[in-house]
């Protein structure tokens, strides 16, 4: 059965406009590639994982590092940590700030964050698990979700084992990206396990893992009955990815259109996290932007070997005079900020998932 992107699903009361999840990625998901994603039809959005040591701690550099404005809600806010208790009162400061959702991460597979016995570890830690959900769930009203790999090595069925058991610890919605954590993001993501978990559970299940086009997400819907998809790599620098995957193809951006999109997404991200972070935050997105064919490979480089973001900009604009007229449009459109929820916490390691 076909199922319509563009038709609304819920996670217990929170209503998500369209089957597309935005996914969080560590030194990606900042606000302006959230906000974004909104724009271009992702139904709900997350942030990158959060350390919850990090937030009980408190850490002066990154305050008031994530924003949430209302124009990205519903939003995720997702937390890492194996304390139980630590991470019960991180959901709680997270609730505190506005999100809609706290979402654990029991998918990253990187040393730093395994070697805790956090991230993909948990998935092989079933009470541990557990117990972590159990106490974010008491500690928050808003509802938890849970983010998992398939397991640790190659060929683990985990997820399959520890997804019931983490729906009746709390969990009201469960998103598999299946692969190993050994994997890291090789080879091809296994949904026929996506298939699996959602017969096992009465809770919406999010398939996350290669999701590139709209055929590929309406497959996976339609094969898996999951009740959304989420995509990751395929919308780094190329929101009009999530466009197509949505409401079908609209045709590739022009070059000013592509321009336009990547100035205002260097002035948002300015202005969360100042020029000096910005500056070499960004580098990585010039590449993503001006790829995929639309700009020759040389320009991408004379870009990244320029000082300052003003260069950027005015050199981009040299290449691509009518993105002025469309990035006025794009900047009229964006709220004032003044709503804005300033989250008191740090957000910090660079991980995955
Ligand atoms: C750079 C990068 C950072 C990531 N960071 C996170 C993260 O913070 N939390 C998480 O749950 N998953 C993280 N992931 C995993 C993605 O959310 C997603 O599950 C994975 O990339 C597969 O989806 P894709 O094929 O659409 O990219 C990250 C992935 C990438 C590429």
Redesign the pocket.
């Known amino acids: 059965m076909q199922v319509d992107l563009l038709s609304p699903w819920w996670i217990r009361d929170v209503e998500i406009p369209t089957r597309l999840v935005l996914?969080?990625?560590?030194?990606?998901s900042v606000q302006a590639f959230r906000r974004q994603g909104r724009r271009f039809g992702a139904g709900l959005v997350c942030s990158?994982?959060v350390s919850c040591a990090g937030l009980q701690h408190g850490n002066e550099r990154t305050l008031g590092y994530l924003r949430i404005a209302s124009d990205e809600r519903p939003l995720a806010v997702?937390i890492f940590g194996s304390e139980p208790g630590v991470m019960a009162e991180a959901a709680s400061m997270v609730e505190d700030a506005g999100a809609d959702l706290v979402d654990i991460?029991f998918?990253?597979p990187v040393r730093k964050v395994t070697k805790t016995g956090a991230g993909a570890t948990l998935l092989e830690d079933p009470e541990r698990a557990c117990a972590v959900v159990a106490a974010v769930t008491d500690a928050v009203s808003v509802p938890v979700t849970v983010?998992m790999r398939r397991g640790l090595a190659n060929g683990s069925l985990s997820c399959l084992d520890l997804g019931p058991r983490l729906v009746d610890a709390g969990a009201e919605s469960l998103t598999l990206?299946p692969r190993s954590a050994k994997q890291m993001?090789t080879g091809e993501?296994d949904h026929s396990l996506t298939a699996e978990l959602v017969e096992q559970v009465d809770v919406p299940v999010i398939a996350?893992?290669?999701?590139t086009s709209r055929a590929r997400a309406q497959a996976i819907l339609a094969t898996t009955g999951a009740a959304a998809v989420?995509?990751?790599?395929?919308a780094q620098g190329n929101p009009w990815a999530l466009r197509e995957i949505v409401e079908g193809d609209a045709g590739p951006p022009t070059r000013e259109e592509v321009v336009a999109e990547l100035i205002l997404f260097m002035r948002e991200t300015v202005r969360e996290l100042g020029e000096h972070r910005s500056t070499g935050f960004l580098k990585k997105f010039y590449g993503w932007y001006l790829g995929r064919g639309r700009f020759p490979r040389p320009f991408k480089q004379e870009l990244v070997q320029l000082e300052t973001l003003d260069e950027v900009e005015a050199r981009l604009l040299a290449a691509a005079p009518g993105a002025a007229e469309i990035l006025a449009g794009l900047e009229a459109d964006q709220p004032d900020g003044e709503d804005d929820v300033v989250l008191d916490l740090p957000i910090s390691i660079y991980?995955?998932?």
């Open positions: 996914a969080p990625m560590a030194g990606v990158e994982m997702q991460n998918g990253c983010k990206h993001y993501a996350s893992g290669d999701v989420m995509v990751g790599r395929a991980g995955g998932g």
